[in-house]
Structure formats: structure tokens, C-alpha cells
């Protein structure tokens, strides 16, 4: 029996990182369309206009630091950080905010270390945090639902609450709350009588009206990227199994100190975006199986402690940052058994073979 003599690494899947990037993006559409029939064309052109911003800006750094601009504009790394960073600020946010954002997660969050390969944080969570800390009442102004406010902005009119040079459209009036801040200010009422106060989740057909199908669009899109073997599941189960246990010990029965049920955090704010296309970002997070299991499964956790002690509402964003700091860490005391050997090797140790 003849036996190919071929080296290492046995790679079987041809794709650059331009394949993958667009297959995120498509993979992106599911969450993107729900978000479109339940909250109007805000994130459209959010992301049409972030993508420009983000183009322009990795063009004019690349040129600054005199490197080939059409060769690594075409790995499309630039569109997807503008596009994750429109997908999880409000529908509605002003031109400027995105602009701000995306600016800052090319500039700084990925160009000023080196590129692509070399940002030691998420690009679109550096954006994200920046943005929510430095004008929260602009991040936090949320719409309300289409079956909820009875319609949403058409076209046209969002084009105009986006870009008010063109013509002023008041955006307090389709403003809201979002279920996790409901939640969070709850202190008085159990959870049934909690859910029949707010028609936002008691008109939801799982959780919470509109923001349950968006989770379960980008759920979709996730598990597309894990059949096309984009990464592995280890990161995205970790982090959800762990919020999920957390929900599960700190539910309390349905009383007024209530945290909310697991399905609700699952399916409320930027869960299903975080675990499928935030947390799997492959040069922020460790590379071995335990290592992935570990930050997930500490992500998750984080995101649990700051929805329900914290002073935001949404916590994906400081839990995916806070473990890009430990990556290293992680990936140090996470390295596997190599054959032939009886011990793991740490990152630092030379390999005497």
C-alpha cells in the first residue's frame, strides 16, 4: 500500500481570508433581515455607510504606511469590522456615530498595531465600547418594534434620521427601551406580573417581540458558519452554555430578584451576534480546544455579572475585550500534548525534539 509522502500542515479547505470574510458577511444577512422587518432600514444603511468609512480609512492609513491599499482592501476585513460594529449599534444612530466608531476600530483597534493579524482587540467591540461610554443616550436610543409602534420608518425616512442635514425627523418619538433594560429596572414585580406589563415582551412569541428573531437570525447564520467549518464549535457553546447556567442559578423562582430566565437571555440583545461572529474572531481568541472552551465559557460569564450588577444592560462588547486581554494567558496554559511527548509544552519553552 503506497502512502503519500506529503509534510505538514494538511490543509483541505483552499480558502483566503477574503473567502471567509464574505462568507460572515452573508452569513450576517438572517439577523440583518429580521432586523430590517422589525426595526426599518436603519442597519442598512448603517452598514452601507459604515463600510464606506471603513474603506476610506484603512486606504488612507495603508497609504501612510506605504503598503499595497487594493491588496489588503480585498481580504475584506475592513467591511466586516464596519459591518459587525452597524449591526450592533441602534438602527437609528446618527451618521456621525458610525462614523466615529468605525474610525476608531480601523485606526486604532486594528491599523495602529499593524493590520489584520496583529490587533491584540476585537475592532468592532473597541469601536462599540468607545462609542457607549462616550455618548450613551445616542447608543442606547433603541426603536420599538414594527408590531409593537405599528410601523417603522420607510426608506426614505430613515435616510433622514440618519443623515438630518437632509431633513430633521424627530428620533425620540420611535424610541424605547430594550428588554434588558426593562428588565434591569425592574425591582417590584414577579416575572409574570413583569411580562404582562411590558407589551415588548408579552406580545414576543419566545421572549421578547422583534429581539428574539433577530438572536435566532444570527443563531442561523452561526450555525451556517459552523457547517462551512469557518471555526469550531467550542467558543459559541461554551459562551452560551455558561450564560445559560448562570441564568438557570440565578433565576429565583420568578420573584421580583429575578435575573430573567435562560431564554431570555439568550434571545435578548447581542447574544447570538456575540457568540457566532464576536467571540470566534480568530486573532483576539486562543487557538487550542481548551483554550476556546475557556473563553467562551469566561465570556459568557461576564456578559451574565454586567447585564445584571453592572450599569449597562448589554455586556457582550467589555466581556469579549476583558478576554481578549487573557488570550495569551489562556493560550500559554492551553497548549496540547504534542506526540511523543508526556507534558504539555508552555508557549515560552523551547521544544528540544
Same mark, same amino acid.
Given at each position: ?8 500542515? =494538511? %490543509? #483541505?479547505?483552499?480558502? &483566503? *481570508? +477574503? ?5 460572515v458577511a452573508v452569513a450576517a444577512l438572517p439577523g440583518l433581515a ?28 495603508? !497609504? ?18 464596519? @459591518? ?16 466615529? +466608531? ?17 490587533? $491584540? ?30 410601523? *417603522? $420608518? &420607510? ?14 425627523? $424627530?428620533? %425620540? ?5 430594550? $428588554? ?29 417581540? +422583534? ?22 464549535? #467550542?467558543?459559541? @457553546? ?26 431570555? =437571555? ?13 467571540? *470566534? %474572531?480568530?486573532?483576539?481568541? /486562543? *487557538?487550542?480546544? !481548551? ?11 461576564? @456578559? ?8 449597562? /444592560? ?26 511523543? =511527548? &508526556? ?8 521544544? %528540544?525534539?
Amino acid at each position: 500500500m503506497a502512502f503519500l509522502r506529503v509534510t505538514s500542515p =494538511h %490543509d #483541505h479547505i483552499r480558502r &483566503d *481570508t +477574503g473567502d471567509i470574510m464574505r462568507l460572515v458577511a452573508v452569513a450576517a444577512l438572517p439577523g440583518l433581515a429580521a432586523l430590517t422587518l422589525f426595526f426599518g432600514w436603519g442597519n442598512v444603511i448603517n452598514i452601507i455607510w459604515a463600510s464606506l468609512v471603513a474603506i476610506a480609512c484603512e486606504a488612507a492609513i495603508l !497609504k501612510l504606511r506605504k503598503r499595497p491599499v487594493s491588496f489588503y482592501i480585498k481580504d475584506y476585513s475592513a467591511v466586516v469590522t464596519a @459591518v459587525l460594529l452597524a449591526l450592533a449599534i441602534p438602527p437609528y444612530a446618527p451618521w456621525w456615530l458610525t462614523m466615529v +466608531g468605525v474610525a476608531f476600530a480601523i485606526i486604532i483597534g486594528k491599523q495602529i498595531y499593524g493590520g489584520l493579524g496583529f490587533n $491584540p482587540f476585537n475592532p468592532a467591540m473597541l469601536g462599540y465600547v468607545v462609542l457607549l461610554i462616550s455618548f450613551p443616550i445616542e447608543m442606547t436610543s433603541w426603536p420599538s418594534p414594527a408590531n409593537i409602534a405599528g410601523s *417603522t $420608518p &420607510d426608506f426614505v425616512e430613515s435616510l433622514q434620521i440618519i443623515f438630518p442635514m437632509f431633513a430633521s425627523v $424627530p428620533v %425620540d418619538a420611535i424610541t424605547a427601551a430594550t $428588554p434588558l433594560d426593562i428588565m434591569k429596572q425592574n425591582t417590584s414585580l414577579t416575572t409574570a406580573e413583569f411580562y404582562l406589563s411590558e407589551p415588548v415582551l408579552n406580545q414576543g412569541f419566545l421572549v421578547a417581540s +422583534g429581539y428574539e428573531w433577530v438572536n435566532l437570525g444570527f443563531l442561523l447564520g452561526g450555525i451556517f458558519l459552523l457547517q462551512q467549518r469557518v471555526y469550531t464549535w #467550542h467558543a459559541p @457553546v461554551a459562551f452560551l452554555g455558561a450564560l445559560t447556567l448562570c441564568a438557570i442559578l440565578f433565576n429565583d423562582g420568578g420573584s421580583s430578584a429575578s435575573k430573567g430566565s435562560a431564554l431570555f =437571555h439568550l434571545l435578548s440583545g447581542g447574544t447570538m451576534l456575540g457568540a457566532f461572529f464576536i467571540i *470566534t %474572531d480568530p486573532v483576539t481568541s /486562543p *487557538t487550542t480546544i !481548551k483554550g476556546k472552551l475557556w473563553f467562551g465559557g469566561c465570556a459568557g460569564v461576564i @456578559v451574565f455579572i454586567i447585564r445584571c450588577w453592572g450599569n449597562y /444592560p448589554d455586556a457582550v462588547a467589555f466581556a469579549v475585550l476583558l478576554m481578549n486581554l487573557c488570550a495569551p494567558t489562556i493560550e500559554y496554559y492551553t497548549l496540547p500534548r504534542t506526540y511523543g =511527548h &508526556d507534558r504539555s509544552r508552555r508557549a515560552t519553552e523551547k521544544d %528540544d525534539s
